[in-house]
Structure formats: structure tokens, C-alpha cells
């Protein structure tokens, strides 16, 4: 069986697909166990950016980001075609994959850049701008965070631990005792 | 919604950069290894979302050396040189037999690697320590140093049950373990913030002056510690030590309390520092990174105290529990893994299975 694209996967759980290729997709996916799944991963995901990504950032006005990331597009092509050679065969046709590569490239920027930059903050703590690695801490567990984003955390698993702890050079520490054995489980995580 | 056509497009790209969502993964265990592995169970382990991993490992291992098993660690990797790509799982306060199984279970996220094939995980061996302190493995996490002075205050813990248990009976251990339960419920603990590197906070706060515990017999003494706070960060501390023992240290650690407006104490990071300290020579301790406890909080007051010292022979020193009782210090620190693990056995099989616990050692 030929499965769906990915990308056309995304853009259908998102509905941004024509209306024609919505059907096709709706069709397959009736009889497909593995494309639904995925489908629905893609949901869950799409929910869990949304939650973080509601918001645009305060005092960002997105009519403005977007003429002047289509301004850049067009400078980018502009700048290309002054120091491209003059003698091509068909100029008009190779600008068009140039222009959707390039227009994803920004749109792909916009967005990773948006959603690192909303993702909350832990209760509590200042919300500064966090570009650095940063190992947190607190009664739920350890968490190495990056550009506002969790990269690594201790905790995942049942129970909350019995100690946390950190080093100024990047080590988080949490300390889980099982129920059952009382064996001790020390799991860590390093900035570097 | 304006962002309605980039959460796609950022979706379908990052999964055309990462193919399939079976997770890979492997045990290499060196060949001279003094653990084998039995089996190995990965449960729901998963890329769960985009740019996670979600770790929930058991493994069931053989101790085939002939030696008891005190403590081990696994180094977990997802991605060798990204922060947030590696972790490790240490089991302290073992004691396994040769021959004998034992497993290591261990719940992790890590950063999803991004690249060609599927996300992929390793479980590697870091280190074994024996019941004579000797260790094996490549120790790139430093794991000799944690795990030896986790088996150091582990035996220093029992040495005192046990005396406790012959001099108090079973009513004067079974007090001391209801004031470690109380301890254990009572300690504060804040969310807490670790930046390495540059701060943030355009406040440039003020100098505040560290006050330090000293412990009568540690081999260092530290002095004129300093750190900078505004508002609710302190940043780059820096103390000096002097080696006050007739033996070179090579490592050591400073636990650092910090105290809020509300007369509230938490150990808020330990600093610890590489040196070559002679006997009786001194040094600076510095540290570039900034701790932020949650807003509102004001640090009114620091203290220091020394943790551990690891001398240049390989041999270490640790506070006595004496020591740690006269400062105060039991009430802020948290117990040793051992002490947790024992109040566990008599929280869950009361006092005549710690004792017969105690008796294994």
C-alpha cells in the first residue's frame, strides 16, 4: 500500500489541503492503521505547539514580520539574479523552486523561532531570556532546558524524587527510591 | 490563525529530517566487563514527540566479577555532543554477590537526535564500584568520584545505625529513623535555576558575603567567599580554600545554603572545583554561573560548607555524621541514597527488617 507523504499528513491534519486531496487522504487513512497513527501523533503535536504557541510574543506585530520576511524573500531574489550570469536559458522557471525553498526556509525559521520562545517558563521563576543551557530543579524532578525548551529531564518515570540536587557546572541530580525494593535510582543530566 | 500554515510546514520538515519512530537502541558492555547483561526491557520507550525521547529501560544484570557490587552507572546516550542528549543512571548502596543478578531500571527524556536513520539510544557502562573501593570503567562522567563518596557516607550512615541499635536498642533506632522521616518531609525545597555562563539580569545587585560551617575535622578551609545578588539571582560565586592536611587534593566540593526572607534555608547548587592544592597552600574557588530561585524570593543571607575532598592518592574524605548533627547542616542537606534507602526498609518492614538489614553489612 502506498502511504501518504508525510508533509501532506501535516498539512492535512492542519486542513491545509485542497479539498480534493482531503478526501483522498480522509480515504486512505479510513483503511490505514499506520498513516492514522501517525495522523494522530501529528494532532497531539499539533495541539502541544499550539498551547505554547497561541500567543505571538508582546509587541510583536505579525503583518509587519511577514512584509518584511517577504521583503527579504524578495531582496534575497533580487540580490541573487544581480550577481547571477546573465546568459540563461530559462531564468523564469528556475526562480520558482528558489522562491518556495527560500520561502520555507524563512517560514521554517519564523516558526521554530516562535515556538522556542513561548514555551512556558516553570511556575515561579523569572521569566528572563534563556538562551543558555540551564539545568532546573524543583519537587518534581531535574530538567535541562535551552532556548526556553526542555532538552533533558529526569523524572519521566512513577513517583516524585526524594532529592534533588545541582552543580554550578551543569550537573542535575534526582534521586528516586523504589516503593518495592528500596533501591536507590540516581538519574542525571549534563549541560555539557 | 496566522500561525495555522507554520506549525505544518515545522512538523512535516522535522519528520522528513527524522524517518520512523521505532527506537533503536543497544547495551555495550565492554568484553572484560565485570557486569554481563541478562535482559534488557525498554517498555514504551519512544520518540514522543518531536524533539523528545521518552527512556523507560530495565535492565537485568549479572555480576560476573569476583568481587560485591557497591554501586554502578550507565551513561545514557541519545546524542554524544548535545546538551540534553546524554543522562546516566547510577544505583548506589548495592550489594550484589558474584554471580548474583541485580537490574538497573531508569527513566529518562533526552533530545532526539536529528539526522538521517531512526532516533537511536545507547546504555553504556561508566563504571562499577567494588565492595574495596576499586572501580572499573572509562569514568567519563566522573562516576568513581559520586559513587565512591556515596559508598563512603553509606558505610559512615550503617556504622552509626548499628552503634545506635547497641547502644540505643531498637527504640533509639527506631527514633532516629521517625526524625529522618520528619527531616525528609520538612526539608524545603524551591525551584531552583542553573545558568552557566553570562546572567541575564541587567540588575548588577550587590556583593553579599558567604558564611561558612566549619567543620572541625575538614582538610580545607574555606574563607572569603563572595556573590553577587540581584534580585532573585546570585551569581558567580567565588571563595578561597586552603588545605589545612598534610596530603595534596586534587577535588573538591562546597554545599552552598542559601536563606530567604522568610528565614527559610535549601542547599541551593554545590561548587565543585579541580585544583591542585598542596598541603597548606591556598586557592581560589570560582564559579561562572548564576543560580534564580522563583520570583519573589529574596536571598537574605549564603553559607558554605565542605562537602567532600577527594586527595590527590585517590582517597576521600567526608563530614561526619557528628559534624553534620553540630551544624545543623541534617536539617538542610539531604541524606545520604543510603540513609534514604534504609528509611524506606523501615517505612515499609518497621524495625526488625532495617535491623536485619543492617546485619547484611
Not at chain 2, 524517518?19 to 517498555?43: N, R, Y
Request: charged content about 20%.
Amino acid at each position: 500500500m502506498k502511504h501518504v507523504a508525510e508533509t501532506e499528513l501535516a498539512l492535512y491534519t492542519s486542513g491545509d489541503v485542497s479539498l480534493w486531496r482531503r478526501a483522498a487522504v480522509r480515504l486512505h487513512l479510513s483503511g490505514c492503521e499506520a498513516c492514522r497513527a501517525r495522523m494522530q501523533e501529528y494532532r497531539a503535536d499539533q495541539q502541544a505547539l499550539r498551547s505554547v504557541a497561541e500567543d505571538l510574543p508582546e509587541g510583536l506585530d505579525w503583518d509587519a514580520l511577514s512584509a518584511e520576511m517577504t521583503a527579504n524573500i524578495r531582496v534575497g531574489l533580487a540580490a541573487g539574479e544581480c550577481v547571477a550570469p546573465r546568459q540563461r536559458a530559462t531564468p523564469q522557471r528556475s526562480w520558482l523552486p528558489v522562491a518556495v525553498a527560500a520561502g520555507m526556509v524563512v517560514l521554517l525559521a519564523a516558526g521554530l523561532s516562535l515556538n522556542l520562545q513561548r514555551r512556558a517558563q516553570a511556575p515561579g521563576l523569572t521569566a528572563v531570556e534563556d538562551r543558555s543551557p540551564l539545568v532546573q530543579m524543583n519537587e518534581s524532578g531535574i530538567e535541562l532546558r535551552a532556548n526556553g525548551n526542555s532538552m533533558g529531564v529526569s523524572g519521566a518515570g512513577p513517583g516524585r524524587p526524594v532529592a534533588v540536587s545541582a552543580s554550578m557546572q551543569g550537573t542535575a541530580r534526582a534521586r528516586y527510591v523504589d516503593d518495592d525494593t528500596a533501591q536507590v535510582t540516581i538519574t542525571s543530566v549534563y549541560v555539557q | 490563525m496566522k500561525t495555522k500554515f507554520i506549525i505544518p510546514v515545522v512538523l512535516a520538515a522535522v519528520t522528513m529530517m527524522v524517518s520512523g519512530q521505532t527506537l533503536a537502541h543497544k547495551v555495550s558492555l565492554p568484553k572484560d566487563s565485570p557486569v554481563a547483561l541478562i535482559a534488557d526491557d525498554w517498555g514504551d520507550s519512544g520518540a514522543s514527540r518531536a524533539f523528545a525521547l521518552d527512556l523507560h529501560v530495565a535492565l537485568s544484570l549479572r555480576n560476573t566479577s569476583s568481587r560485591r557490587i557497591h554501586g554502578i552507572t550507565l551513561t545514557v546516550t541519545a546524542q554524544e555532543m548535545t546538551a540534553g542528549g546524554k543522562g546516566s543512571i547510577s544505583v548506589p548502596s548495592l550489594n550484589v554477590a558474584p554471580g548474583d543478578n541485580f537490574s538497573v531500571r531508569g527513566d529518562l527524556h533526552l533530545l532526539r537526535p536529528l539526522g538521517t536513520g531512526g532516533p537511536q539510544v545507547e546504555v553504556s557502562l561508566d563504571g562499577v564500584l567494588f565492595d574495596d573501593l576499586s572501580f572499573y570503567g572509562p569514568d567519563k562522567l566522573h562516576s568513581r568520584r559520586s559513587m565512591t563518596v556515596w559508598e563512603l557516607e553509606a558505610r559512615r550512615d550503617r556504622k552509626y545505625f548499628k552503634s545506635l541499635l547497641e547502644t540505643a536498642g531498637r527504640d533509639g533506632l527506631q527514633k532516629e529513623m521517625l526524625d529522618g522521616l520528619t527531616r525528609q518531609a520538612d526539608r524545603p525545597q524551591f525551584g531552583v535555576q542553573i545558568v552557566r555562563g553570562r546572567a541575564t539580569n541587567n540588575d548588577p545587585g550587590r556583593e553579599v558575603q558567604f558564611a561558612f560551617l566549619q567543620l572541625p575535622d575538614a582538610p580545607v578551609e574555606p574563607s572569603d567567599g563572595m556573590a553577587r545578588i540581584a534580585s532573585n539571582e546570585v551569581r558567580a560565586p567565588r571563595l578561597q580554600v586552603r588545605n589545612k592536611s598534610a596530603r595534596p587534593i586534587r577535588h573538591l566540593e562546597i554545599g552552598w545554603i542559601v536563606k530567604d526572607q522568610r528565614g527559610q534555608e535549601m542547599v541551593a547548587a554545590s561548587l565543585p572545583s579541580d585544583l591542585a592544592l598542596a598541603p597548606g597552600a591556598s586557592s581560589q574557588v570560582l564559579q561562572d554561573a548564576s543560580v534564580r530561585f522563583p520570583q519573589g524570593t529574596a536571598i537574605q543571607s549564603m553559607s558554605g560548607f565542605v562537602s567532600s575532598v577527594e586527595f590527590a592518592d585517590g582517597s576521600f574524605w567526608i563530614p561526619s555524621r557528628t559534624a553534620l548533627g553540630a551544624s545543623n547542616l541534617r536539617r538542610v542537606v539531604a541524606p545520604s541514597p543510603e540513609e534514604e534507602r534504609l528509611l524506606k526498609i523501615y517505612q515499609k518492614k518497621g524495625i526488625a527488617g532495617l535491623v536485619e538489614e543492617l546485619k547484611k553489612f
